[in-house]
Every structure is written in structure tokens, then in C-alpha cells.
């Protein structure tokens, strides 16, 4: 079993920065991808950034050059940090680690962020 622990959300003005951390533990292995989701109320659940193991990230068009994921594989931990943060990008933050071979994903509790203008 995996858990997944996300902390980091809060209240924040426009153009401010916030960083969110996502601990793992529990059976990790090593061939993984993890990342960040956002959902907004009355919409669907959307990618925000994602890292392989191996450094690769991707991220939404939305939040380019705003946002940078990194994670450090000896902590098990993910980070997201947020700078020049608009209203549109408050929503419940989601933390999520895939395993490809084993196709299998877990998800975290969610923390909230809010944009206040």
C-alpha cells in the first residue's frame, strides 16, 4: 500500500508563491511518476505538472513558467512550487504517483489552495 501525504496549501494573494510537498511512503517502486492535479469546484480534475523518476516533468500550458515541479527520490517527496499564482489556479491540489509496470496510481488527501484578488 502507498500513502501519500500533501501539506503546503493555504490562503495566498495574487502574485504570491506558495510550495507544496507530497511525502510517500509505503511500498515505492522505483519506475514511478509523480505530480500534481487541481480541481476546481463544478470542474473536472486536471494535470498541473508531472516528474518521472528520472527528472522528466510536464506541465499544463496554464501554469508554464510559473510553476516548477522537482522531486527528491531519497525522501520519496514531490514538490510544487507556485509563484505568480492568479485566481484561476485555485482549486483542491492533488498529489498522484503512478507506477507504470505495475498500472497502479494513488492519490492524497488534497490540500487547498486559494487565490484571493
Known amino acids: 500500500q502507498v500513502q501519500l501525504v500533501e501539506s503546503g496549501g493555504g490562503l495566498v494573494q495574487v502574485g504570491g508563491s506558495l510550495r507544496l510537498s507530497c511525502a510517500a511512503s509505503?511500498?515505492?517502486?522505483?519506475?514511478?511518476?509523480m505530480g500534481w492535479y487541481r480541481q476546481a469546484p463544478g470542474k473536472q480534475r486536471e494535470l498541473v505538472a508531472v516528474?518521472?523518476?528520472?527528472?522528466?516533468?510536464n506541465y499544463a500550458d496554464s501554469v508554464k513558467g510559473r510553476f516548477t515541479i522537482s522531486r527528491d527520490n531519497a525522501k520519496k517527496t514531490v514538490y510544487l512550487q507556485m509563484n505568480s499564482l492568479k485566481p484561476e489556479d485555485t482549486a483542491v491540489y492533488y498529489c498522484?504517483?503512478?507506477?507504470?509496470?505495475?498500472?497502479?496510481?494513488?492519490w492524497g488527501q488534497g490540500t487547498q489552495v486559494t487565490v484571493s484578488s
Open positions: 498522484n504517483i503512478k507506477f507504470p509496470v505495475l498500472e497502479r496510481n494513488y
Open positions: 509505503g511500498t515505492i517502486f522505483s519506475i514511478n511518476t
Open positions: 516528474i518521472t523518476n528520472g527528472g522528466t516533468t
